[in-house]
């Protein structure tokens, strides 16, 4: 692996082109001035055969648009108005990251780190103040070993593509992560990552076992060199934050070669309301196999015409046969009515398919289209979370229907925990939501009508059904979870209030894991050069 570079020869030449970028720096820099000195830079840092100027893109370059757009998932985000990178990388081996890291921190200029586009709120890749964007999507190798029963997934992997190579050489085992096959792996991993086997296997966190990272200091390192407590730290809490995750290495889990899939959807008219009292007593203490997710959406009315309802869709993933969940459902969860014609049983990878586009599995879609990086389109959107600690009670849930009914379009989605969740202890990993929460609450809206006043009036109704949720979920702090990013619970400044602002959003993300993350980051990157609106902040 090629290692910057140390003679006495490249040490002059480094001082003096740092000497240059001062010169060229004093003003506000451009896309122009910067560009031919980090190119040089890279040169001087990376011992690379690649021609750097095909993975270094100014914005003058014909395909800056497409690079920077390709991966921007939410098209709030993807404007004319939308502050640009001055430049973007797009490094191919880790020497190109370590040199980029170095690059960067000696011009003096930010980095986002994108791994995937998923990103609510953008922060991987647009910026108040000048910054590079380093995307690793071509950093996108996934190993799998089953003799060993693990892979090594590097950040610019999808999960798609980790189940697809998973599947290629075992059908009976799987990994614990998310549901949308063009998630990033480095945001989703070093966030918590999880997926409709939580109950069952935890977090993708939670089967971590190795990672590589470059360091503010362009060192790489493995889980040995870098320490048990940066190890934990990236674990759940934010890569971005500590440096620039490069892969995670993790334990492969078993799966059946048979699942059971389902969905069963009621309105209000038919009886919605109770079926969530009973769903909230069922879906956290019934048998770890089992995941059922509960949407929870407003809905044109069909018994009673120019009126609004609300639907109830549970989703569900079972890692055995159809008969058996048949079985224990028509004992624990009567109200539901789940039938055997209701499943469908069929493969892990089917599941995996089925969860992303129930229609394309229905037509015999292929396990190769979760190889398929590209969405058509990216309609604007809006998230928000809350864990739930204590049911809900049905006087509750009807006021809080009309709420939801009232705002127009915001939905919810409800996540239950239990099983192995509640196994691992709240500190394990940076990830501290834990025993006691019933389930994860996700505020859900999406739109098409780019316009200010739509984007605002949507804003304003998840912002609002959010404020009345307040009585019903976890309080001193109100948890968040960090990969529902939101930045109306707090944003960084970076200024002398720089750790009680990150306090605000990062007990509500952390719990009482925060200070220890702050400890960590402030020994591995005392001057904050890997920061975002909502990192971690060093000690005040």
């Known amino acids: 692996m090629a290692k910057p570079k140390t003679c006495l020869a490249h040490l002059s030449q480094t001082l003096f082109l740092l000497i240059t970028i001062s010169a060229t720096f004093a003003a506000t820099p451009t896309s122009e001035s910067v560009y031919p000195t980090f190119l040089q830079c890279l040169k001087n840092y990376t011992n690379s055969s690649t021609q750097l100027?095909?993975?270094?893109f100014s914005q003058t370059n014909s395909s800056f648009s497409t690079v920077l757009q390709n991966h921007i998932r939410n098209a709030r985000f993807n404007t004319t108005s939308t502050p640009k990178p001055l430049i973007i990388v797009t490094p191919l081996e880790e020497s190109h990251v370590q040199g980029t890291v170095i690059c960067a921190k000696s011009i003096g200029i930010q980095i986002k780190i994108r791994s995937g586009g998923h990103d609510y709120e953008g922060i991987s890749y647009i910026s108040d103040e000048p910054f590079i964007i380093l995307d690793l999507f071509n950093i996108s190798k996934v190993i799998v070993d089953i003799e060993k029963e693990s892979a090594v997934i590097q950040a610019g992997a999808t999960l798609g593509e980790v189940y697809y190579r998973i599947w290629e050489k075992s059908k009976v085992h799987g990994f614990p992560a998310g549901v949308c096959p063009t998630v990033g792996v480095g945001g989703h991993i070093s966030g918590?990552?999880?997926?409709?086997?939580?109950?069952?296997?935890?977090?993708?966190v939670d089967n971590v076992i190795d990672a590589q990272i470059v360091d503010v200091q362009g060192r790489l390192l493995d889980r040995k060199s870098m320490g048990e407590d940066l190890f934990w730290a990236i674990k759940g809490g934010g890569g971005a934050?500590?440096?620039?995750?490069?892969?995670?290495?993790?334990?492969?889990?078993?799966v059946p070669g048979i699942v059971t899939i389902f969905r069963v959807m009621k309105t209000l008219e038919e009886n919605a309301t109770d079926l969530v009292v009973q769903w909230q007593k069922v879906a956290p203490n019934t048998d770890d196999r089992l995941f059922m997710r509960l949407l929870l959406q407003p809905v044109s009315s069909?018994?009673?015409k120019k009126t609004k309802t609300v639907r109830a869709s549970v989703v569900a993933l079972f890692l055995g046969g159809a008969d058996e969940v048949v079985s224990i459902l028509r004992n624990e969860f009567p109200l539901l009515g789940l039938k055997k014609e209701d499943c469908n049983e069929t493969s892990w990878i089917g599941s995996v398919i089925w969860w992303n586009d129930a229609d394309a599995f229905n037509k015999g879609a292929k396990p190769e289209t979760l190889l398929d990086r590209n969405l058509n389109s990216a309609s604007l959107g809006k998230r928000k979370s809350d864990y739930v600690q204590k049911a809900i009670s049905k006087h509750d849930l009807e006021s809080i229907w009309k709420k939801m009914i009232e705002q127009g379009k915001v939905g919810f989605v409800f996540n239950p925990y239990g099983g192995k969740m509640a196994e691992i202890a709240s500190d394990a990993t940076p990830f501290p939501h834990r025993a006691g929460n019933l389930f994860k609450m996700q505020y859900s809206v999406n739109w098409n009508d780019p316009s200010d006043a739509a984007t605002q009036n949507f804003l304003n109704q998840a912002k609002n059904l959010h404020s009345y949720m307040t009585p019903f979920v976890s309080s001193n702090p109100r948890s968040a979870y960090i990969n529902y990013r939101d930045l109306d619970i707090g944003i960084n400044h970076f200024d002398k209030d720089s750790f009680e602002e990150g306090k605000v959003y990062g007990t509500m993300y952390f719990n009482n894991n925060f200070d220890r993350l702050v400890k960590i980051k402030t020994a591995v990157d005392p001057e904050n050069f890997f920061r975002n609106e909502q990192s971690i902040p060093v000690h005040a």
Request: glycine letters at 14%; proline letters at 0%; hydrophobic letters at 40%.
């Open 241 to 254: 934050s500590f440096g620039v995750v490069l892969s995670y290495t993790v334990k492969l889990v078993s």
């Open 302 to 304: 069909k018994k009673v």
């Open 192 to 204: 918590g990552g999880y997926g409709n086997m939580l109950r069952k296997y935890g977090l993708s």
């Open 53 to 56: 100027n095909n993975i270094v």
